[in-house]
């Protein structure tokens, strides 16, 4: 009965490096969220998967980021040319299906020096 | 950008006593939906109002919603001190789940 998987839990890399952050949501949810979270806020969507495609990316904050589903489960957030800002909680989050409610993974902690 | 926003930002009580936490939201919903997070952890999904309902309960928590001042509360009752954590509201966007959390309440219980 394993939930949500993130992985790395934590992740301090340099400026200007590329990441990758990856989600192994709950085996048979369809749907899958990335959520951006930064201290003393609440989670901001960052995209929504349905199966293998990318249904909403409208939170994506810029061309730097980039997340990809390409088998239905397993799903990768790419960042590249990190900044600073980028520093925050990823969280990801899946559904049985779009509507049903989300369960999140425990995030990564991501740092930029 | 942030739907939401709960009051207080920060609570703190003794084991025993109630709690409530209200959320504000600024346009029209199909839902609302009430989150914990415990410190360094992902959220958890505690309980889900639809427009139409005015009134919910789970266990020891009680949930409001008056659509008509866009506004939520959720009562923890009989607090104990593993209610410490953090409390999101969340609205839902696109008809597919897309939530929208507000800044949240972080409530400490004392024993």
């Known amino acids: 009965g394993a939930g949500v998987s993130q992985t790395p839990s934590n992740k301090v890399t340099e400026k200007g490096k590329y990441v990758e952050l990856r989600c192994d949501p709950i085996?048979?949810?369809?749907?899958l969220y990335w959520y951006r979270q930064s201290l003393g806020q609440g989670p901001e969507f960052l995209i929504y998967f349905q199966g293998t495609g990318a249904a909403d990316d409208s939170g994506l904050p810029n061309d730097r980021f980039f997340a990809v589903r390409p088998e239905g489960s397993v799903s990768t957030l790419k960042i590249q040319r990190t900044e600073r800002g980028d520093s925050a909680v990823y969280l990801c989050?899946?559904?049985?299906?779009?509507?049903?409610?989300?369960?999140f993974g425990d995030g990564t902690r991501l740092s930029i020096l | 950008s942030q739907q939401g926003e709960e009051d207080p930002q920060a609570l703190s009580i003794q084991e025993g006593e109630n709690a409530t936490m209200n959320c504000s939201y600024k346009t029209s919903i199909n839902n609302l939906q009430w989150y914990r997070q415990n410190s360094g952890r992902g959220l958890v999904h505690l309980i889900l109002i639809r427009s139409n309902e005015r009134e919910k309960h789970s266990g020891r928590l009680r949930v409001t919603l008056d659509t008509s001042k866009k506004s939520s509360s959720l009562l923890i009752t009989a607090s104990r001190a593993a209610d410490t954590a953090s409390y999101f509201c969340?609205?839902?966007?696109?008809?597919?789940?897309?939530?929208?959390f507000g800044a949240g309440t972080r409530l400490a219980v004392h024993p």
């Open positions: 085996s048979g949810h369809t749907a």
């Open positions: 969340a609205t839902e966007e696109g008809g597919y789940n897309k939530l929208i």
């Open positions: 989050a899946s559904s049985l299906t779009a509507n049903q409610p989300q369960h």
